[in-house]
C-alpha cells in the first residue's frame, strides 16, 4: 500500500537534535519536508530536502519560502524550532545579548510565520506548530532569558491562533520538558559574568547536564509534532514526557507557595 501523501512542511533548525528527529517523523509519515540550518549542509536521509535559512534575516526567510513554493508549490506545515538557549543569571547578560536571543527564539518564529501565513491563507489551509518549552509555563532560575522567549511564544501562538482560525489555519505549542540532545549545543553563556553567581552558576549547569541525561529521547518530540500535525481538531497545547506533564498540573492546580518552594527545591536553592 503507497503512503499518504500528508502535504509539503518546513522544518527550522532541523540539522540536529529535535528538528532532525522531526523532519524524519514527518517524512516517514508521509510529508514532503524541507528542513532548515544556518550553514548549508548535504541533504539527510530518509527523505529530508535541507536549505539554508537565517531566522534572523528577513530576506533569508523569503528566500527559503519561495524556495520550497518553487519546488513544491504549496507549504502545508510550518514547524518552527530554531532557537538557542541561554544558561546564566539574568543579570549576567547585556541587553545586547538579551536581544539576540530574542531575535532567534520569538522574532524568527514571527517572521517565518508571516512569511507563510500568506501562502496558508491562499489554499485555505495550514497548520504551524511552534516548539516552545516547559520553562515556557514556569520560572526558570539561571534560564530567565530563555524561559522569557518561551513564555512570549506562548502569549503570541495563542492568541495567533485565534486570528487565522476562521482562514483554515491552525497555530499550536509543543512544550519539550527535558530532551536528551548535546548539552554544549545552541547553549550561549551570559557576556557579562559576575563573581556572585559563579558558584550556583556552575550548579545550575551542572543540574542541567544531569536532568538532559535522564531526559527523553528527541523522537519523542517528533512523534507529538506528528500527532500535532495531523489532528483534525488539534489542541492548544502537548507537553511532552511524563515529567514536563507533572510540571504542568503542577503548576495548573496547586497553590503558588507550594510550586514556588517545590521549584526551588528541585533548582537545588536554599529555601
Same mark, same amino acid.
Given at each position: 500500500m503507497s503512503k499518504i501523501e500528508r502535504g509539503v512542511a518546513l522544518v527550522t533548525g532541523a540539522s540536529s537534535g529535535i528538528g532532525l528527529a522531526t523532519a524524519r517523523a514527518l517524512a516517514r509519515d508521509g510529508y514532503r519536508v524541507f528542513?532548515?540550518? #544556518?550553514?548549508?549542509?548535504a541533504d539527510t536521509t530518509n527523505g529530508v530536502t535541507m536549505l539554508v535559512c537565517d531566522v534572523t534575516d528577513e530576506t533569508s526567510v523569503h528566500k527559503v519560502v519561495d524556495d520550497v513554493l518553487t519546488r513544491a508549490g504549496r507549504i502545508d506545515l510550518l514547524v518552527n524550532n530554531a532557537g538557542l538557549g541561554l544558561l546564566g543569571g539574568a543579570e549576567e547578560s547585556s541587553a545586547s545579548q538579551a536581544?539576540?536571543?530574542?531575535d532567534v527564539n520569538v522574532f524568527g518564529?514571527? !517572521?517565518?510565520?508571516?512569511?507563510?501565513?500568506?501562502?496558508? #491563507?491562499q489554499q485555505g489551509k495550514?497548520?504551524?506548530?511552534?516548539?516552545s518549552s516547559i520553562l515556557g509555563l514556569i520560572p526558570a532560575? %539561571?534560564?530567565a532569558l530563555y524561559a522569557s522567549t518561551k513564555h512570549a511564544i506562548e502569549g503570541y501562538t495563542e492568541s495567533l491562533d485565534h486570528e487565522v !482560525?476562521?482562514?483554515?489555519?491552525?497555530?499550536?505549542?509543543?512544550?519539550?520538558?527535558?530532551? !536528551?540532545?548535546? %548539552?554544549?549545543?545552541?547553549?550561549?553563556?551570559?557576556? !557579562?559574568p559576575l563573581l556572585v553567581y559563579g558558584t550556583v552558576r556552575a550548579d545550575a549547569e551542572k543540574l542541567m547536564r544531569e536532568v538532559i541525561e535522564a531526559g527523553d529521547a528527541p523522537e519523542v518530540v517528533a512523534d507529538t509534532?506528528?500527532?500535532?500535525?495531523?489532528?483534525?481538531?488539534? #489542541?492548544?497545547?502537548?507537553?511532552?514526557?511524563?515529567?514536563?506533564?507533572?510540571?504542568?498540573?503542577?503548576?495548573?492546580?496547586?497553590?503558588?507557595? %507550594?510550586?514556588?518552594?517545590?521549584?526551588?527545591? %528541585?533548582? #537545588?536553592?536554599?529555601?
Open positions: 528542513g532548515t540550518s #544556518r550553514k548549508p549542509m536581544k539576540a536571543l530574542f518564529v514571527v !517572521r517565518l510565520t508571516n512569511a507563510v501565513l500568506p501562502v496558508m #491563507r495550514g497548520r504551524i506548530i511552534n516548539m532560575p %539561571f534560564n !482560525r476562521t482562514q483554515g489555519i491552525r497555530v499550536v505549542l509543543v512544550e519539550p520538558g527535558a530532551i !536528551r540532545t548535546s %548539552f554544549e549545543e545552541n547553549l550561549t553563556r551570559p557576556d !557579562r509534532v506528528v500527532k500535532a500535525a495531523s489532528a483534525a481538531s488539534p #489542541r492548544r497545547r502537548y507537553t511532552v514526557g511524563k515529567a514536563a506533564q507533572r510540571v504542568r498540573c503542577m503548576r495548573r492546580f496547586l497553590p503558588e507557595s %507550594f510550586v514556588d518552594k517545590g521549584l526551588r527545591q %528541585f533548582n #537545588r536553592l536554599p529555601a
